[in-house]
């Protein structure tokens, strides 16, 4: 990473109690340019601002360096109040492409969202879902029935991927994960591992009967018809990791847990 100076960080705060003390202090240190000017940020809470964080400079290609004050802190570095500028300077730096979710509704509405973790389709009611899977055109799979089904990246195969047991992949490898949440039918897949370069389309089926809604990171679509997801190279987001405790280094350890 370039040296990076203090005239050049903003620093912004999940909200607790902690993270706000903590960019007080930091700010006082180190000074604001605010997100608008700033050729880094410094995220203080959780992998849920980390998220949040990374979507709000995802067209600017600013990137981030999180520092812990939260519960969960898979993306986050541990948090310091010193030597911050030192630790940016020596950061290793780590680049996500999001997916592209495009919707079309019930009503023939076209809506789209970007996911840098995953997309994910989720039952509305107490019926299940009936979904074909298309990849690339062709389809796989007739009808899933389940309680939804989600495609990840390299990034959120350790987020809600691997709570549905999707497998975890290697931050740098070219490819997705595509996983069902309670299947019922086939009651035994366990989903699939695609290239990056799929492109991957769910429709819904008795839609008026069995409600879906679609999900990209934290958008949400109701009441949705068809599904068509796939990367967007055109925007990628860079999470900057102290040396030695980068993602790749973190994704190797989590598939070692039990």
């Known amino acids: ?51 949040q964080t990374l979507h709000t400079v995802l067209l ?16 986050m570095n541990d948090f310091s109040d010193d ?3 030192e630790r ?5 730096p780590t680049r996500i492409t999001p997916l592209q979710m495009q919707v079309t509704d019930v009503h023939g509405q076209a809506h789209e969202a970007l996911a840098l973790n995953e997309v994910s389709l989720f039952r509305t009611s107490y019926q299940a879902v009936k979904v074909e899977i ?9 009808e899933l029935i389940c309680d939804g089904i989600l495609l990840a990246t390299p990034a959120g195969s350790t987020a809600y991927n691997l709570s549905a047991h ?34 991957v389309q769910f429709k819904t089926r008795e839609i008026d009967k069995r409600p879906v809604s679609a999900v990209a990171d934290n958008v949400e679509f ?25 993602l790749e280094e973190r994704v190797l350890s989590e598939q070692f847990r039990y």
């Not at 100076?5 to 240190?29: D, I, P, Q």
């Not at 940016?88 to 290793?92: G, P, R, S």
């Not at 298309?134 to 007739?142: E, F, H, K, N, R």
């Open 60 to 75: 600017r290609h600013v990137p981030v360096f999180g520092m812990n004050c939260g519960s969960v802190g898979f993306l």
């Open 83 to 85: 030597g911050l500028i």
């Open 222 to 246: 109701k009441n949705v018809a068809e599904v068509s997801v796939r990367e967007n190279r055109d925007h990628r987001v860079t999470l900057l990791f102290d040396p030695g405790t980068g």
């Open 1 to 51: 990473m370039p040296d990076f100076a203090a005239e050049r960080l903003s620093f912004v705060s999940s909200g607790t109690g902690e993270a706000n003390a903590a960019m007080t202090r930091l700010r006082a240190r180190y000074g604001d340019v605010g997100l608008d000017r700033a050729e880094v940020v410094v995220a203080l809470g959780g992998d849920g601002l980390m998220l």
């Open 134 to 142: 298309i990849v690339d055109g062709l389809t796989q799979m007739a």
């Open 166 to 199: 999707g497998p975890i992949l290697p931050i740098d490898s070219p490819l997705l994960a595509l996983t069902p949440i309670s299947p019922f039918r086939p009651r035994r897949w366990r989903g699939a591992i695609l290239p990056n370069t799929a492109v």
């Open 88 to 92: 940016l300077t020596a950061a290793k």
